[in-house]
């Protein structure tokens, strides 16, 4: 690994671990704490996995904001790891390093490495899922088709968007005449079934509660019958930002304009429909309602491995540049808002008051609170 960028990404784990104890818990990292207060098989919007990682850190180290925020951390300490090796194991050194760079200057990571949210786990059970369904068929190896198979069950415990890795994996295999043999592998049906097993006690507990969080993801998820533009456009707009402005503009143009070359190699095809199918699915899912910038999250990962190759192949350096200076700022800027932002604004931007406003709020109602109050 490259000195530079190793210290680099070393200097960013550090700097986000020292804010997260002193950052005030956004409220749906509260929300998530109180399901580990309460753990269950599952919950209305999400399954538990979230509510375990919390619960657990709550045991081993007590109950700060640090501690709260720690299975962000150290997931997201995974998935760029795992972004790391995957490229490197795919391609080569120098494609790695840069896929590592990329990943740590991207507004996404960087936005998972302090709230903690379903999205930290989903993001890293994925990574690792990519890692070794990538393992299984480019190397043969039927342990890692297994390990996948269990990494997806976890990805699915964590959030439901894990499923679209299988429709992904299943449309490289079903577009790759190599791979396409593949489908006549008992291995991979096993592994699907395990997938499955591992995301029983969410069925379980949905069977027990009128399958509420299924038919309120399925509605969640359904818009109306009219195509609506102007979502579509808060989609793309959010995913630049959430992506980063340089980091998908590039990773699409070079997609666009390289398509022949990806369609002639099976590795390039492989991360290209880990990226694509899940981009183009809420792409169009935009089309009829509103999508969240972060729900196509999983797809970038791919994205910038793709991107990374592409970069060193045509010694593409400014991207890299940009999007480095760009998440230096962020850094800065969005973790130290109060700081830069006018004294006359303090208290009337919603996004900072959510997560600067808490502890004040809490020494203004405490004059008014008795101790038969219920405080929601």
């Known amino acids: 690994m490259n000195k530079k960028i190793w210290w680099f990404f070393v200097v960013v784990v550090i700097y986000n671990a020292i804010f997260n104890q002193l950052f005030e818990l956004h409220f749906d990292e509260a929300y998530y704490w109180v399901w580990g207060q309460n753990l269950a098989l599952s919950y209305y919007d999400h399954p538990p996995m979230i509510a375990y990682m919390i619960r657990l850190a709550n045991i081993l180290f007590g109950n700060s904001e640090f501690v709260i925020r720690l299975p962000a951390l150290l997931c997201t300490i995974v998935t760029c790891l795992y972004i790391y090796k995957l490229a490197f194991r795919a391609f080569n050194q120098e494609v790695a390093n840069i896929a590592l760079l990329l990943?740590?200057?991207?507004?996404?990571?960087?936005?998972?490495?302090?709230?903690?949210?379903?999205?930290?786990?989903?993001?890293?059970?994925?990574?690792?899922?990519?890692?070794?369904?990538?393992?299984?068929?480019?190397?043969?190896?039927?342990?890692?088709?297994y390990l996948s198979g269990l990494f997806i069950g976890?990805?699915?415990?964590?959030?439901?968007?894990?499923?679209?890795i299988l429709p992904s994996i299943f449309m490289f295999l079903l577009c790759s005449k190599k791979y396409r043999t593949y489908f006549k592998n008992i291995h991979l049906y096993l592994t699907v079934l395990l997938a499955i097993a591992v995301f029983i006690p969410v069925i379980l507990w949905?069977?027990?509660?009128?399958?509420?969080?299924?038919?309120?993801?399925?509605?969640?998820?359904?818009?109306?019958?009219?195509?609506?533009?102007?979502?579509?456009?808060?989609?793309?707009?959010?995913?630049?930002?959430v992506c980063g402005v340089f980091i998908l503009s590039s990773l699409l143009f070079y997609i666009i304009k390289y398509y022949k070359l990806i369609i002639s190699d099976d590795k390039l095809r492989f991360f290209?429909?880990?990226?694509?199918?899940?981009?183009?699915?809420?792409?169009?899912?935009?089309?009829?309602?509103?999508?969240?910038?972060?729900?196509?999250?999983?797809?970038?990962?791919?994205?910038?491995?793709?991107?990374?190759?592409?970069?060193?192949?045509?010694?593409?350096?400014?991207?890299?540049?940009?999007?480095?200076?760009?998440?230096?700022?962020?850094?800065?800027?969005?973790?130290?808002?109060?700081?830069?932002?006018?004294?006359?604004?303090?208290?009337?931007?919603?996004?900072?008051?959510?997560?600067?406003?808490?502890?004040?709020?809490?020494k203004e109602a405490k004059k008014y609170i008795k101790d038969d109050t219920v405080v929601l």
């Open 154 to 164: 976890f990805g699915l415990l964590s959030k439901y968007t894990m499923v679209l």
């Open 272 to 362: 290209t429909w880990l990226f694509g199918f899940t981009f183009i699915f809420f792409t169009c899912s935009s089309l009829t309602k509103h999508v969240e910038a972060n729900w196509p999250a999983p797809a970038f990962l791919a994205g910038l491995i793709i991107l990374a190759y592409f970069l060193v192949k045509f010694n593409n350096r400014w991207v890299i540049k940009s999007s480095v200076v760009l998440i230096v700022i962020i850094l800065i800027i969005a973790k130290f808002p109060l700081f830069f932002m006018p004294q006359s604004l303090h208290g009337e931007v919603y996004s900072i008051d959510v997560m600067f406003g808490n502890r004040y709020l809490m």
């Open 206 to 241: 949905n069977y027990q509660h009128q399958w509420v969080s299924f038919l309120f993801q399925f509605h969640h998820g359904i818009g109306s019958d009219e195509l609506n533009f102007h979502s579509l456009g808060d989609y793309l707009g959010g995913s630049l930002i």
């Open 103 to 145: 990943a740590i200057s991207c507004p996404l990571i960087e936005g998972v490495f302090f709230i903690v949210t379903p999205d930290s786990l989903l993001l890293m059970f994925w990574s690792l899922s990519m890692y070794y369904i990538y393992i299984a068929l480019f190397e043969d190896n039927k342990r890692a088709i």
